[in-house]
């Protein structure tokens, strides 16, 4: 009977795991189950985070297995802040109300937008404070005259429609234009970290149709400057439409010198030209004939962080409006980045900083196994004006190395130093430069270059990140003053407190003591002193506990005690009574 129940045991066993097995392939089939080796996942488990804070272009978490802090900077804007309810969010889209001339009105991490009812689109800055410029559409033909020539003819359209899709983290608005020769559609996709960017489609009636797409802003304001290449135009001085640029790669909107928009043009020939006119500026897009797609430049308001890249090939050649970084060894590319630091506490104590950039493409030959090192820069640098004759300069020690992988994605490096350098204030924040180990000035062989390609913060996604792990510390300064007699040679008040997680003792003298200490956490300090006795002592009188969230000062006074012993008898009895206290 046993050896019948072992057999059908063994028996269900392995029809359990065929079944098992028939199921998974199943669902394998299916695309449903997505299996991770053993080996794959992480023997030691990443703790869980609090999130404390987040701003605009970080988050800040507590460790509570260690008991530190985690800083995520981002190079740009990844939240905006509710303004009803202060609180923090990757993007806000709200009906406008019956009454007013919008639809719906929007807020991005680099501005805010209303979507109104004429179709037109209203950009403010991130505050809503002032309009930077409006927005509209056209389409560009040829018309031909009466002697045979043919001029440009600007079509408006005559129906405007809009639909909005919720796909879980990302909303999809999509403006429905219909002009006589097509309709356009925009689509403007809100989702964390976007720039104000949209992509627009044209679909002509006639197949055979050549045309432009015209992205016409409007200033409301003359107090503008634009920056194109390495011009300042004052539009005041705008009397006419016979400005007309074409082939550069970005410009740049400023109100006393203060960068309010910044337009990138990433795809060489798609903008054909710019033309100023008064109080606007008119973007002609493609020569196109048939269907056409394709996403209008990156605005972006007030960036965080600085990174770009320098050539020596091009040595008066700027780069900060591009949305990649390059690396280049022979003929050395380099490049540049910094970060806003100011969001660690002074005296924190940095426990790891890793820098992280994503890792897209190279030219020519593969530099995978190449080492890239970063040094600090040394001095001031503007992403939008420094090159490689004007780049400062940088310190010839290494702070950090590694090696270029075989496969695309993030790469990063080790500043736990350089970021506790800036921190600590021992060097002034300009940030890094990043270079191959040899990038070389020259070229050997045409077979020997290569270029390593990474996202800058300009491109739309995988925007570079320093992560940052620290103990924020406050520093208190005790000042022990004696009541009468001063502490004797040798002897001290004992402190306990908390620096970097652990539990520390200090010796605490007569005069000033300065203890540094992990942010919210408490000094404890003993009642009498190390050299106490039962018959004399220095004491504060009380056990002193109190926590810290700030530098501070306080004082603190002691005294030098004996103890008296009064002895008496009574009148009656004759019995010696006696009692026994410190006294100063």
Excluded at 97 to 108: F, H, K, N, Q, V
Excluded at 558 to 574: C, F
Aim: glycine share 6%; charged share 20%; proline share 5%.
């Amino acid at each position: 009977t046993m050896a019948n129940a072992h057999n059908k045991t063994q028996v269900l066993k392995a029809k359990t795991a065929l079944l098992l097995v028939t199921l998974l392939l199943l669902s394998l089939i299916a695309g449903y189950v997505i299996i991770t080796p053993t080996s794959a996942q992480s023997s030691n488990p990443q703790p869980k985070l609090k999130l404390v804070e987040r701003g605009q272009y970080w988050e800040r978490y507590y460790n509570p297995a260690r008991g530190t802090y985690v800083l995520r900077i981002y190079g740009d804007a990844q939240y905006v802040k509710a303004p009803h309810t202060g609180k923090w969010s990757p993007y806000i889209l709200e009906p406008c109300g019956s009454s007013e001339p919008c639809l719906y009105r929007a807020w991005i991490p680099h501005a805010s937008f209303d979507i109104n009812r004429n179709g037109s689109i209203t950009v403010y800055d991130v505050n809503r404070t002032q309009i930077i410029f409006l927005e509209d559409f056209l389409i560009q033909r040829q018309r031909e005259t009466f002697f045979g020539s043919s001029i440009p003819f600007y079509e408006t359209f005559s129906n405007f429609q809009h639909e909005i899709e919720e796909r879980g983290n990302e909303t999809l608005i999509r403006l429905i234009y219909t002009y006589p020769s097509g309709v356009l559609t925009v689509e403007l996709s809100l989702h964390r970290g976007a720039h104000y960017a949209k992509t627009l489609h044209f679909k002509p009636a006639d197949p055979n149709l050549r045309y432009s797409i015209i992205l016409e802003r409007r200033f409301p304001s003359a107090n503008l400057q634009l920056k194109v290449r390495d011009k300042l135009l004052d539009l005041r001085n705008i009397l006419d439409d016979k400005i007309e640029f074409s082939n550069f790669t970005s410009l740049d909107l400023k109100r006393d010198g203060r960068l309010l928009a910044r337009d990138v043009f990433p795809e060489p020939g798609l903008l054909k030209s710019v033309r100023l006119l008064l109080g606007r500026v008119r973007y002609r897009f493609g020569e196109f004939s048939g269907e056409a797609s394709f996403r209008d430049p990156t605005t972006t308001i007030s960036p965080p962080a600085a990174d770009t890249y320098i050539n020596y090939d091009c040595g008066t050649s700027n780069y900060g409006s591009g949305t990649s970084l390059v690396l280049r060894m022979y003929v050395a590319k380099r490049i540049l980045i910094r970060f806003d630091l100011s969001l660690i506490p002074p005296n924190s104590e940095i426990i790891e900083a890793i820098l992280r950039l994503y890792y897209y493409q190279y030219n020519n030959k593969d530099p995978a196994g190449d080492t890239v090192v970063i040094h600090r820069i040394t001095g001031a640098w503007d992403e939008t004006e420094v090159t490689w004759n004007n780049f400062p300069g940088y310190d010839s020690t290494v702070l950090s190395s590694t090696t270029l992988p075989s496969a695309f994605g993030w790469v990063e490096w080790d500043l736990t130093q350089g970021v506790q350098a800036y921190v600590n204030g021992t060097y002034e924040n300009y940030g890094w430069l990043i270079k191959f180990e040899d990038d070389k000035y020259y070229i050997s062989s045409s077979t020997e270059w290569r270029e390593a390609l990474f996202y800058s913060k300009e491109y739309d996604g995988y925007d570079p990140q320093l992560y940052v792990e620290y103990f924020p510390h406050v520093t208190v300064t005790i000042n022990l003053v004696a009541r009468n007699t001063p502490l004797q040679s040798g002897d001290y008040f004992e402190a306990s407190y908390t620096y970097n997680g652990v539990t520390q003792t200090a010796q605490l003298v007569d005069g000033t003591n300065t203890l540094t200490i992990d942010q919210g956490t408490s000094i404890s300090i003993q009642e009498t002193s190390h050299q106490s006795t039962s018959t004399e002592r220095w004491t504060i009188l009380t056990s002193f506990t109190q926590t810290f969230t700030q530098d501070t000062s306080i004082t603190l006074t002691y005294y030098h005690q004996y103890k008296v012993t009064v002895q008496a008898q009574t009148t009656t009895t004759g019995t010696a009574l006696s009692s026994s206290n410190h006294v100063h």
